[in-house]
């Protein structure tokens, strides 16, 4: 693994072409064929300068860094590139460093007390890099699991999986939920003024339904069903009621797949225990 | 069968029982942990784990093709990774592949030494807006919320989930390397010969990552 710290700084090509090799650059071009590496950050512009120049980081030469800096900044300007607002926070930063190393040491301050104006600079520089470092290191695990195969997946195989990661997550939640309300907004609504939807009535929809299709229902269709924007909310929060007293699990069969809502083994216990569903109507006043 | 045809120390009864836990982790659809099928076939845990370990062994020798791994606190079965090329002949279908950005695996990165962490922490670091990438890691579902932070503005914190352990073939976090090795590497990496400070010896972040 040796190679693994070494290959950072040891690719160095002169020229404009040099592609900073950890930070994968790529170069723009204008129709005139000019070429300029381009960085995500300016952090990752200055680590590439300083390794082309194999500059000892704690000693970094900030008057001509900051040169090339700006350097870098006016070329990209002429490609009309558009670097972003921290590429010029970065800059300003570095010639308020330059301009601090002008200044003269304070004589009342000790010598050892004496702070490198370049210090934080520095500090930033090593961390981010450290993080470089640690790309690297996860492309490379990556890269021996892509190169392992395991048997194909039965389908049916009973769902050992308790833990709440594979299950649905909030996020993927409110995404079908939001997919479901743009839809709601694009069409005629027959919402009935007063029309009487409760949380409670929800949950006891919910639970029907599940009774009735066999343990399991899509969550699109449950929403699609909705007549208004009121039932839509309702049961979307009788739904979160559910997964929190641990009558229903959401399950998703793959990334970005339908989301199922399902019976959950405390289901029968947990609709035993009527006082927790008035304790729910309560909570939302009904 | 007499005593003399088994391995010393392995009786009948555990002979099939490590063959019967072979069997498990290859079909089962997600790394198995030890306790899961410990509760499940009503066997001792440390004798579940004494025989994971010996089948884990076993299938480290290089006369194996398959080799069973800690992955995500649990146990899988797979091809060895340096069969890749001839094995890869013969798989039909071919997993879509998902490769990540640099910048995104950078963020991952951060999110995976710094949890829980907030996007601005994770900016901090990258000096660079990271919302768009953070939001293709909770797409991918290799990270994920993680509550919010009690500070002004109450920002949502973000964590690495089982998938990412899984993904990149860790048994857990534990088995990355640390900040400290990282930072070393990164000295090393930006031409500082003597990390400052630092009494260890640069071999040792060497030996640990690897």
Partial sequence: MNDRAASAPDIEIPGPETAAASSESVQSENAFGVRLDQFEGPLDLLLSLIRRQKINISDIPIASITEQYLDYLRRAEELNIDLGGEFVFMAATLIHIKSRMLLPSDPLVPEEEQQDPRDD?????????????????????????????TRPVFEDFPDVDEEPESAVGVID???TFEKVLERARNRPSYEVEGEDVTVASRIQYLKNLLLSEDGAVSLSDVFE?????RALLATFLALLELVRMSAVVLRQKKLFGEIVIRK???????????????????EYGE | MSAQQQLPGIDPGEKRRRALLEAIIYAAEEPLTAAQISKGLDVPLDQVEADLRALMEESASDKRGIEIRKVAKGYKMSTKAEHHDGV????KTLRPKFRLSLPALETLAVVAYKQPVTIPEIQAVRGVNSTGVVSTLLNRKLITTAGRKAVIGRPMQYRTTKDFLIQFGLSDLTELPTLKELEELGRSALGEVEPAGNTQE?????AAVE
Avoid: C
């Fill in chain 1, 121 to 149: 600079l520095v500090k930033r520089l090593i961390e981010h890099e450290k993080f470089v470092q640690a790309a690297q290191m996860l492309r490379e695990k990556r890269l021996v699991e892509e190169n392992t195969w």
């Fill in chain 1, 173 to 175: 939640l409110v995404r």
């Fill in chain 1, 225 to 229: 069903r909705q007549p208004g924007r």
């Fill in chain 1, 264 to 282: 959950h083994k405390m289901f029968d216990t947990v609709f035993a225990h009527e006082e927790s569903f008035y304790a729910v109507a309560r």
């Fill in chain 2, 88 to 91: 890869r002949k013969f798989v």
């Fill in chain 2, 202 to 206: 640069p071999e040792h972040a060497e």
